[in-house]
C-alpha cells in the first residue's frame, strides 16, 4: 500500500475532538490548563456525544448498529461481505476531570483512518468495522471495559445487569432508560469475529516522548485487577470520645492505604502499580469521629503473579489492622484479569507501516487497560500509541500534537488496508 496515497486529514481530525471535547458539563479549571472533560457513561452528554458521532458514522457511508449494552458499530464494507471483518476502534467515555484524548484518539482517529483510506479509493476484500465501546472507564459502575467484557464472555449479563451506580440504579435501568433494550446475552461475540484488532490509543505514559518516537508498537496490556474495600469502626463525639477509646475508621485506613503503596514499592518492580483512588467517610463531619470508610483499590502489573502478591500482602494488612485497631475489614474483588500478548502479524504490520512512512518507533508494554485486553479473548490483536505530552492523562491538561496523532492515524489506515487485504 503506496503510503503517499493515503492522506489523513490532521486537521479535520483535530476539530473532530474539540467538538467532541464539549460534550462535557466540566467546568474548565485552570489549575492545569487543558480541556477538562467528564463524559460518564449513558449521561446527557454521552448520549448527546454518541448521536453526534453516529452522524459521522453515516456521513462515511458506514452502516452502523449498536447492541444491548450500547457498543456501536460502524462498518465499512468490503469486497467480500463473507470475510471476518478487521476491526479498530475505542472509547469517548472519560472519568471525572480528565482530557479530551484518551478513548477519542481511536474512535474519530479510526473513522479518519477509514476515509483516508475511502480517499484513496482502496477497496479493501474484508470490511472495516470501527467499534465506540460502552463504559471502557469504571466511573459509574465500578468495573473497566463493560462493554468489551460482555463481548468476549467474561463478564456474565446477570451480573452486567445487577452492578450499581452511585445512586443505586442498576446497569438494567440505566442502559434501558437510555434506549438499549434486549437481553445481554446478544453482545457476546463469536471467537474469530474479527480476523485482526487494532486499536489506536495516546500513551497514557512518558516513555515516546522521553525517547523522541513517533510511534509505540504495543507488544502486550498489563494485567489490572481492582476492589472494594471497606474498614468500619466505632463512630462518635468528636470532643467527647477520648482517643484510648476511639476505633477510628478513617485512620485505621490512612495506615492501610500506606501499606498499599508499601507493597507496590517492595516487589522492586517498577512494573508493579497500586493505588487506592476512592475514599468515601462516613457520616464525614468535622466533629465526628469516622466509623467508616469505603475505597476502591487498582493494582496492576505485567505479571499477574506479582499483582496478585501484592494483592495477598494488602489484605494480609487490613486483616492484622482489624487485631491492631479494633476495626473490620473487608476487601470484595471487582476484577483481576490476565495481561494479553498482541499478535506478532498485528506488530509487524505496524512496524512495516511506521518504517514506510519513515516514522520511529518502539515496542512497549501498555500499562493502562484498554478494551483490546478483551477483544484479545476473540482474536489476534495489536495497538498502536502516539506520545502525548509529559505522558499525562486522565487529567485536563492531557495533550497530543495534531502531527503526533496524524502520525498514528496513517500507521492505523495502513495497517488496517494490509490486514484487510
Ligand atoms: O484505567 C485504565 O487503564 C483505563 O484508562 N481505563
Ligand atoms: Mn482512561
Ligand atoms: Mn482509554
Sequence with gaps: MASEAIAVDGRRLQAELEQLAAFTRCEQTERNGGTAVTRVVFTED?????????????????????????????RWQGTDPSLAAVGTGSHTDAIPHAGMYDGTLGVLGGLEAIRSLQRASVRLRRSVELVLFTAEEPTRFGIGCLGSRLMAGTLTPERADGLLDAEEQTLAEVREAAGFVGDLTSVRLPQGVYSSWVELHIEQGPLLERESLDIG??????????????????????????????????????????????????????DTV????????????????????????DVRDIDPERRDMVVAAVRLAGEDLQEKRGVAFTMVEVNADPPATCDETIIE????????????????VSRAYHDSLFMARLGPVGMIFVPC?????????EFATVEAMTNGVQVLAETLAELAG
Design 46 to 74: 454521552d448520549m448527546a456525544a454518541r448521536a453526534w458521532m453516529k452522524t459521522l458514522f453515516a456521513d462515511a457511508s458506514l452502516q452502523v448498529r449498536e447492541d444491548a449494552v450500547g457498543n456501536t458499530f460502524a
Design 389 to 397: 505530552r509529559g505522558g499525562v492523562s486522565h487529567r485536563p491538561d
Design 274 to 297: 497500586a493505588t487506592v483512588g476512592t475514599v468515601q467517610v462516613h457520616p464525614g463531619a468535622v466533629n465526628s469521629v469516622p466509623s467508616g470508610v469505603e475505597m476502591q483499590l
Design 349 to 364: 504490520a505496524v512496524e512495516g507501516a511506521s518504517k514506510r512512512n519513515g516514522f520511529s518507533f518502539r515496542r512497549m
Design 217 to 270: 508498537v504495543v507488544s502486550a496490556i498489563a494485567a489490572p485487577a481492582s476492589y472494594r474495600v471497606r474498614v468500619d469502626g466505632f463512630g462518635g463525639h468528636a470532643g467527647a470520645l477520648l482517643m484510648p477509646d476511639r476505633r477510628d475508621a478513617l485512620c485505621a485506613a490512612a495506615e492501610w492505604i500506606l501499606a498499599v503503596e508499601a507493597a507496590a514499592l517492595h516487589t522492586g518492580a517498577v
